[in-house]
């Protein structure tokens, strides 16, 4: 049975099903615009109160002549959170909401600190839409490297942010999907890499599950060949993953770092390097508005 995949219809959908997330007033204005570029070039959408809307379409910056105010602004907040903002105040508190699609909508404001911890935001300045995109192949290196190696090697796949790690995540799980004869699970704490995969024999999916507990609840669990994580952003989830990861499954997973020499220089790396969780680091890149990846590989052995 191969991956029943919504893959390029899904992210065709995404910007609609973004739009139709936001307030009527707002979603008619974009929709509008929106005949000056096609839905496929749309990256992002960035809201700002008291200023127009930016988006980037093709990795470009477009100011539009859509002008939001402070209760715009707080109306798009209460939308995406569907009215009720404590469903939503464990992911809002780290400063995103997952409003489904794959999508991820940033937020910015002032933080609600509680006993030294962000227990929340107020005065919500602005929203940052992803919108999920789809690159063809995005990940053949990496999946011909990792086959030729029967998926016996942990990599670490870093870059800036918004090159696209995230993408070659998903096309990586597309491929294992349909070509490899592998177990795998995938950890996907802020819900982004999965909702544009239908479930398949061989994958199971831990979805925004604490990245260490999912880790360990697949590996006693599901017995993964191979674990697929998203963004490891602290030195806290690195100690769990540390914890977690001496089990012998191979890991895949995601960190932002501009080179090689600032990934080995990070603080959150250096336990797991040190410790052999990672074989070797695939540094990824693009030139501006290019879908087109140039891969680098280095040895952490």
Known sequence: MKCDICYKEKFDEALVYCLNKLPFILKSKLIDYFEKYPYKSINEIRLHKNAYIMLIADSKNVKTDIYLTEDDINDVYESICDYSLYAHINTIKHGYISIGCGIRAGICGRAIIENGEINGISDISSINFRIPQHIENASKYLFNFLKNNNFDKSVIIYSPPGVGKTTILRDLIYKLSNNANIRYAVIDTRAEITPCIKHTENGDFFVSYPKGTAIELATKSMTPQ???????????????????????????????????KELLSKEIFKNLINNGVFDYALGVSREYGDKKYEFTLNSLK
């Open 226 to 260: 191979l674990i697929i994580c998203d963004e490891i952003s602290s030195i806290e989830e690195a100690k769990e993953i540390l914890h977690s990861a001496n089990a012998g499954v191979k890991l895949i997973a995601t960190t932002h770092a501009y080179n090689f």
